[in-house]
């Protein structure tokens, strides 16, 4: 993904295609809360879309953090304890 987003225009096919997987991703798993709903496994007022964007935007973000270098403890950590990277937690 983050080498989509930096793809110069000669490449911008290279970027749609990432950025339509990545979007076909998040709606799959839309779909799937959405079903989790029906079902009752998560609250009848849950945003399946919504749900799905805050999923992919923390494994987006902990894919940049992985890239950069971070031990995969502490990655394992912040999924255990959100909080346990933030100051004054």
């Not at 076909?24 to 959405?34: I, V």
């Not at 964007?53 to 304890?81: I, K, M, Y």
Request: net charge negative; hydrophobic share 40%.
């Amino acid at each position: 993904m983050q080498g989509g987003t930096a793809c110069g225009t000669e490449n911008s096919a290279i970027a749609e295609f990432l950025a339509a997987s990545r979007l076909g991703g998040e709606a799959a798993l839309a779909a799937r809360f959405a079903r989790a709903v029906d079902e009752g496994d998560l609250p009848p007022d849950a945003d399946p879309a919504t749900l799905a964007r805050f999923l992919s935007v923390v494994t987006e973000g902990h894919a940049v953090h992985a890239a950069a270098g971070v031990p995969r403890g502490q990655l394992e950590q912040w999924v255990d304890n959100p909080s346990s990277g933030c100051p004054g937690q």
